[in-house]
T-cell receptor, first 116, second 112 residues
Framework: GAGVSQSPSNKVTEKGKDVELRCDPISGHTALYWYRQSLGQGLEFLIYFQGNSAPDKSGLPSDRFSAERTGGSVSTLTIQRTQQEDSAVYLC??????????????FGPGTRLLVL | GNSVTQMEGPVTLSEEAFLTINCTYTATGYPSLFWYVQYPGEGLQLLLKATKADDKGSNKGFEATYRKETTSFHLEKGSVQVSDSAVYFCALVSGGSYIPTFGRGTSLIVHP
């Protein structure tokens, strides 16, 4: 069956440009998470959705970052006025429900963002 | 707050060697514990998990036991293969939060 997909797989952009990263979760999964993985670092939580709602946006690094989810399915992470420190791999994960009691997350392959 | 501490890598082993990757945690409540693996160029995938004290998770020859008394969840494998070369992440989800906490990851390199 189809897993979590992300697009684009790679993105090179110039400093100051806006970028949109897309995540298609597994069908039927109500929870969707975004993470950032910088070189040599662990996973940094950014935001999660339960359905179309984002109960916790505390991980977004600045107001240049925003995300939305429509129809309880596809999600878009937008970075405005990109900076070089935004260069990282952005990972999306989905789960059947929010994480409690051992719920498993399924990750996409990530989008590698390079800001020049 | 919650935290996960993993041993620094890279861990370099010869094929068929014994593997241990240490993971300790601090958490509120009674967390569920996970090991995820990330192969080169791919996203993370669940390797194993344990949801209560003394549970043992196992998969593909890997094992980890949830030790509440030592707040640990060490990953072990009796005989590693070259194909096990990857980055391994320890993680937890605490009962009161839906946001997982990940360790920094431990890179494993297995030589033939």
């Amino acid at each position: 069956g189809a897993g979590v997909s992300q697009s684009p797989s790679n993105k090179v952009t110039e400093k100051g440009k806006d970028v949109e990263l897309r995540c298609d979760p597994i069908s039927g999964h109500t929870a969707l998470y975004w993470y950032r993985q910088s070189l040599g670092q662990g996973l940094e939580f950014l935001i999660y959705f339960q359905g179309n709602s984002a109960p916790d946006k505390s991980g977004l690094p600045s107001d240049r970052f925003s995300a939305e989810r429509t129809g309880g399915s596809v999600s878009t992470l937008t970075i405005q006025r990109t900076q070089q420190e935004d260069s990282a791999v952005y990972l999306c994960a989905s789960s059947f429900n929010v994480l409690r009691g051992g719920e498993t997350q399924y990750f996409g392959p990530g989008t590698r963002l390079l800001v020049l | 707050g919650n935290s996960v501490t993993q041993m620094e890598g890279p861990v370099t082993l010869s094929e068929e060697a014994f593997l241990t990757i240490n993971c300790t945690y601090t958490a509120t409540g009674y967390p569920s514990l996970f090991w995820y693996v990330q192969y080169p160029g791919e996203g993370l995938q669940l390797l194993l998990k344990a949801t209560k004290a003394d549970d043992k998770g196992s998969n593909k020859g890997f094992e980890a036991t949830y030790r509440k008394e030592t707040t640990s969840f060490h990953l072990e494998k009796g005989s590693v293969q070259v194909s096990d070369s990857a980055v391994y992440f320890c993680a937890l989800v605490s009962g009161g939060s839906y946001i997982p906490t990940f360790g920094r990851g431990t890179s494993l390199i297995v030589h033939p």
